[in-house]
């Protein structure tokens, strides 16, 4: 099907016509015909009122016979130009369902699709006020008593949770729920954002003192609300903290803080939530339709049971606790875990004077920052990406494109150039007896992330004081038990210890279900995150997406938000369609939904 006389614009044009036609006609057979028998098409709510990836002609079809009466796809036309490599041909373009529009990604090889996304970007007759179709803001002409812009909203801010309820609760007000919050105010749902902090942005000002943002300031946008040019590439904690502070009365969330959920129950009949809440203390019912968890993309710290916990004299805290290496001038610490936190925790407790100890329980991935800004994230999330038009949302939809079935092959030649360009660091790593890995398949950080959460650090200046022995490491060992003053490892070894650090991570977020909810419920919903890849932490079977977030969950109206600051900002869109589409009415029959395999 190549075609050598056409431009890649005509030849993508040319499929996509094709393709309406056939699926105008309900020509399924030929609809599969224009598909390479390895293909996927990723879905996000357009068709399938979930997140969802197909995998192959015969899921394809399956897709297509559940969905395409309901959706009635049409006006399917490339948007810009496309672009052609070798027999591969990639291109964006713009489409309409009964109900909404759509944006969508397609690669071509030899003229048949080997991946196609398709996206809901709004829903017909409910589209965001922006733009033209912004409210005016002011009244003009005369009229007695007339209530003015800060009257109207302190009264609407009074009224909901009260005599008013909101059609959604989030429970949470970092980023996450911030940002939700945010795109669900533009489509006029009604709104609470509940949160336990005295402040929007507490849980980043809480962490200690030397913490940043790993990822560069380019992946880290908020929606609508883009940092300034100026912002550092890699944010302080406090200053992320007075950002989503800002944004959260730049955007007029209501958002409560000093707000802590103790319950909530789904009542079958009424089809509501009852959330009970403390409110400065105070306790308060509400009663959602629908419940949104933001609570972060893990759930409760994960504290090992140490033999002998109970007779140490020193002080033990998970990382999530610990304030920052000030106190500890002088003073012997061990920290347990080789990762980001771990990472951080130590290198804070070293510049503050401490004598400190890494145990390494097993290999860890690591990336240098420099090394993952250039090779991993540039091309999207770059001022380089900005100069060639990559906008931030274009950035998103292409790294959204690429199905995880395949997402590890387009990572392994990244981190294989990464392996060459610091050989001489990762070779100084290794002979200070460090574990080093780069995933089970050679796929490096992302990958991990996406199969377990965990197992990696951004190295930003850590690795060299492990590398130089500034940083102390024990490897391949675990912690036997604690003494009163000091650690026994499982090899036969002691060191002495006045702080212990447990930087071990956390557990699925269905673990905020059962404690305010029921254990029943997070059993129904099972585990958070991971794609079912068969690799450590993330057991079969394959999933293709990561299990429950930002989608319909076994626990009807109940929903998860997380993830870094790009998924936060990224999926927020759909979830907030998601939730639109139900407040209006709109069927929303869902496809795809899988059985629960893990509960945790």
């Known amino acids: 099907m190549t075609d050598s006389v056409h431009s890649p614009h005509q030849q993508v044009q040319a499929w996509l016509d094709r393709f309406g036609a056939a699926l105008t006609a309900h020509d399924v057979d030929g609809a599969l015909a224009l598909f390479a028998p390895e293909s996927y098409w990723r879905d996000l709510v357009a068709f399938t009122w979930n997140i969802k990836t197909v ?25 810009g130009e496309a672009s052609a490599t070798g027999d591969l041909t990639e291109a964006w373009f713009t489409f309409e369902t009964a109900v909404a529009r759509g944006r969508g990604q397609i690669r071509l090889k030899n003229g048949l699709c080997w991946t196609l996304l398709t996206t809901m970007t709004e829903l017909k007759g409910f589209e965001e006020k922006k733009g033209p179709r912004r409210i005016k803001g002011a009244e003009h002409g005369a009229q007695k008593n007339r209530q003015n812009w800060l009257e109207r909203k302190t009264q609407q801010e009074a009224a909901l949770g009260s005599t008013e309820q909101p059609y959604v609760v989030i429970i949470g007000g970092g980023q996450g729920g911030i940002g939700l919050g945010a795109r669900l105010k533009r489509l006029g749902v009604p709104t609470l954002i509940i949160e336990k902090n005295p402040r929007a942005g507490d849980s980043w000002r809480n962490r200690y003192k030397s913490l940043c943002l790993h990822d560069p300031v380019w992946y880290d946008h908020m929606p609508y609300l883009p940092f300034p040019d100026d912002w550092p590439v890699f944010t302080p904690k406090d200053k992320v903290g007075d950002w989503l502070e800002m944004y959260t009365k730049v955007m007029e969330l209501n958002y409560w803080s000093s707000t802590e959920c103790q319950s909530a129950q789904f009542d079958e009949a009424a089809q509501e939530w009852t959330v009970h809440v403390l409110r400065n203390g105070q306790p308060v019912v509400l009663r959602p339709q629908q419940l949104v968890f933001a609570l972060g993309v893990s759930g409760f710290a994960n504290v090992p049971k140490v033999a002998g916990a109970e007779t140490f004299q020193g002080v033990q805290h998970h990382s999530s606790q610990h304030p920052g290496g000030e106190a500890y001038a002088g003073k012997k ?49 770059s001022e380089e990406a900005i100069a060639k038009g990559v906008t931030t949302n274009q950035a998103d939809l292409t790294f959204a494109s690429v199905p995880y079935k395949i997402m590890h092959t387009f990572h392994i030649p990244v981190y294989d150039a990464m392996k060459q360009r610091d050989a001489d660091f990762y070779a100084r790593l290794e002979r200070a007896g460090f574990l080093l890995d780069f995933g089970e398949d050679g796929s490096g950080l992302f990958m991990k992330y996406l199969r377990r959460g965990s197992g990696y650090y951004i190295d930003v200046g850590a690795s060299e004081l492990v590398a130089d022995g500034r940083i102390k490491l024990k490897s391949g060992v675990n912690i036997e038990r604690l003494n009163a003053h000091s650690v026994s490892f499982t090899d036969g070894s002691e060191l002495p210890a006045d702080l212990v650090v447990y930087a071990t991570g956390y557990g699925s977020m269905n673990g905020w279900v059962a404690k305010l ?7 129904r919903v099972g585990k958070c995150w991971g794609l079912g890849s068969g690799t450590t932490k993330d057991p079969g079977p394959w999933e293709g997406e990561l299990r429950n977030m930002w989608k319909p969950t076994a626990q009807p109206q109940m929903w998860f938000h997380g993830g870094n600051m790009h998924q936060s900002r990224h999926y927020s869109e759909f979830l907030a369609l998601q939730l639109k589409a139900r407040m209006e009415g709109i069927p929303t029959p869902v496809y795809g939904m899988g059985p629960v395999h893990h509960l945790k």
Do not use: F, K
């Open 55 to 79: 995998e192959g002609r015969d899921q394809i079809r399956d897709l297509l016979d559940s969905t395409l009466a309901r959706v009635q796809p049409g006006h399917w036309q490339v948007e």
């Open 333 to 381: 610490v061990v920290v347990l875990g080789s990762n980001n936190s771990a990472h951080d925790i130590c290198a804070d407790l070293w510049e503050n004077g401490a004598d400190v100890t890494m145990v390494q329980r097993s290999s860890t991935h690591i990336a240098r920052s420099d090394s993952l800004m250039e090779l991993a994230l540039g091309g999207l999330y």
């Open 517 to 523: 909810v029921s254990q029943e419920v997070a059993d």
